[in-house]
Nanobody, 127 residues
Framework: QVQLGESGGGLVQAGGSLRLSCAAS????????MGWFRQAPGKEREFVAA????????YYADSVKGRFTISRDNAKNTVTLQMNSLKPEDTAIYYC????????????????????WGQGTQVTVSS
């Protein structure tokens, strides 16, 4: 089984920054992509960003483009989400996810295309 563990959440004022990390561990696995999703109270889980393992191409939700950056450390099997210029509407539980199978890039925002999920980390942005 593959385990994903997030870290780096917390409370920050609007305009501030946070850095989330996700470490993958467990039995040997293949990864096509890793992504970040978030879920705010009373809302559905939504896509934030993804990175494709083969070429490091990155994909972002329109709401975070220019503010968030996803990157990876292949040797450590970790993915990082650098979040700048945070807004109160970014408040949510953030989940990392791993997609093992191949998918088209337009499918990267679909949570059903990911096979493993972390437990989530809370990000709260105060106004």
């Amino acid at each position: 089984q593959v385990q994903l563990g997030e870290s780096g959440g917390g409370l920050v004022q609007a305009g501030g920054s946070l850095r989330l990390s996700c470490a993958a561990s467990g039995r040997p696995f293949t990864s096509h992509r890793m992504g970040w999703f978030r879920q705010a109270p009373g809302k559905e889980r939504e896509f934030v960003a993804a990175i494709r393992w083969s070429d490091d191409n990155t994909y972002y939700a329109d709401s975070v483009k220019g503010r968030f950056t996803i990157s990876r450390d292949n040797a450590k099997n970790t993915v990082t989400l650098q979040m700048n210029s945070l807004k109160p509407e970014d408040t949510a539980i953030y989940y990392c996810a791993l997609g093992a199978g191949v998918a088209w890039s337009w499918q990267f925002s679909d949570a059903r295309r990911y096979d493993y999920w972390g437990q989530g980390t809370q990000v709260t942005v105060s106004s």
